[in-house]
């Protein structure tokens, strides 16, 4: 059974930093057939992609909004993928979500979602 498990949210201050992970079990993150992702969800607004790391090339991608201040990675030893968020703002206010995408299977696998705030 495909389990992935945030952490790492809380309430932040503008301009501070956090570090979610994702701790898989199930499902090796090395798995050449993955690309894992972190999405977001505000309230009121539909979900949307922050960042992702496609196996096996480790090739990364960013929405726009984030780009050089997020930075996503994934350690295998520690089946887990990380998602470093720096000079945040209130507008990176949302519920962030793992994903991990099995391109063999077709399948779609998502964490239960961690919590950030940004506000003073």
């Known amino acids: 059974q495909v389990q992935l498990v945030e952490s790492g949210g809380g309430l932040v201050q503008p301009g501070g930093s956090l570090r979610l992970s994702c701790v898989a079990s199930?499902?090796?993150?090395?798995?050449?057939?993955?690309?894992w992702s972190w999405y977001r969800q505000a309230p009121g607004k539909e979900r949307e992609l922050v960042a992702r790391?496609?196996?096996?090339?480790?090739?990364?991608m960013y929405a726009d909004s984030v780009k050089g201040r997020f930075t996503i990675s994934r350690d295998n030893a520690k089946n887990t993928v990380y998602l470093q968020m720096n000079s945040l703002k209130p507008e990176d206010t949302a519920v962030y979500y793992c994903?991990?995408?099995?391109?063999?299977?077709?399948?779609?696998?998502w964490g239960q979602g961690t919590q950030v705030t940004v506000s003073s």
């Open positions: 199930g499902l090796p993150i090395s798995s050449v057939y993955l690309s």
């Open positions: 994903n991990a995408l099995d391109r063999a299977r077709v399948t779609n696998y």
């Open positions: 790391i496609r196996n096996p090339s480790g090739s990364t």
